[in-house]
C-alpha cells in the first residue's frame, strides 16, 4: 500500500521488470513524470508521516540514489534550500 499521490510497491516492481524496449513512448513519458513526483513527495513528507511500506521503500530508494548518483544524502527539499541559500539561519 502506498500514501496518497505516491507510487506504491507492485506499480514500481512491474515498471522496473518491464523492459524498456517493450514500452510506448507515452509509458516512457508518463513513467518519467510519475517518478519524478514521487522522489520529490519522497523528499518532503517526513519518514515519520509516512506509512511503514511507504517509509522502507523511500529509505531504499533513498540508499540507491546516494550509490548510483554519490550523493551525500540529504532530501531532495534540503539540497533545494542549500542551493538557494535558503538553509542558512
Partial sequence: MSDAGRKDFHT????????????????????????????VARGVQPDHNKSAGQETSDKLGRSKDREVHGSSGGSILDKTKNALGLDKH
Fill in 12 to 39: 514500481k516492481v512491474g515498471e522496473s521488470m518491464t523492459p524498456d524496449s517493450t514500452k510506448s513512448t507515452q509509458q516512457k513519458l508518463k513513467e518519467s513524470v510519475t517518478d519524478a513526483g514521487d522522489t
